[in-house]
């Protein structure tokens, strides 16, 4: 399972001001006047440049870099593993540290195609060392090794499958790259979050998703 939720796509624009710069050819600009985010509707001219520079390859499609996007991402932990291998997106994340202890355990916090007895047995037990470490309140240094100890053994049997959600922001030549990577991938939420870049982002199927013609 994976979840995502667009904050918003910013500085297209400008990116495309800064794609004519090489040849000071700014005049020649046929796009709408920015709005509040940077954004604009690409003129047929500007769209045509920067869809040739994109197919020129990466050192001529840098202004790429220059389109920023900000989303939320709900994917479970063997996920993210893939996804940080991509170092231009950062990320701020919930926190296991912090909170993993703070609520019961149940099946839609795991990725689960199919609950079944082994799957249910290990959420029983999650809960139950959930149920130990918040038993023990005191500040006392044997509480302390206590909770410590419960909270290690909570952390490492906690299954890749668990959801973990993600603030990202990246930009269109990252994700133009993670798209030809994954978009036929194993994992159906590779091929869930390519189809969305595709479907939801502006000017993804033009630029992002952009092939050269046979």
Known sequence: MIRMKLHGTYNIYYAILGMR????????????????????????????????????GTEHSKF???????????????????????????????STMHKLTSKELAPHDFSYDMLTDYREAQIRHLN????????REGDSEEDNAYRKAV???????????????????????????????????????????????KETLPYAEELICLEKKE
Request: glycine share 2%.
């Open 21 to 56: 710069n090489p040849m000071n050819s700014w005049h020649l600009m046929d796009s709408s006047e920015p709005d509040e985010a940077g954004n604009c509707k690409l003129g047929e001219k500007d769209l045509n440049l920067a869809q040739r520079l994109t197919l020129a």
């Open 64 to 94: 790429l870099r220059f389109i920023t996007v900000c989303f939320d991402i709900t994917a479970p932990l063997y996920w993210w593993k893939e996804f940080d291998t991509y170092k231009f997106a950062e990320k701020n994340s919930t």
């Open 128 to 135: 139950d060392l959930i149920k130990a470490y918040n038993s």
């Open 151 to 197: 909270f290690r053994e909570l952390v490492q049997d906690l299954p890749s499958a668990y959801n973990q959600k993600r603030t990202v922001i990246t930009n269109y030549a990252e994700l133009r790259n993670i798209y030809f990577q994954r978009r036929y991938h194993k994992l159906d939420e590779w091929r869930d979050f390519c189809n969305w870049i």
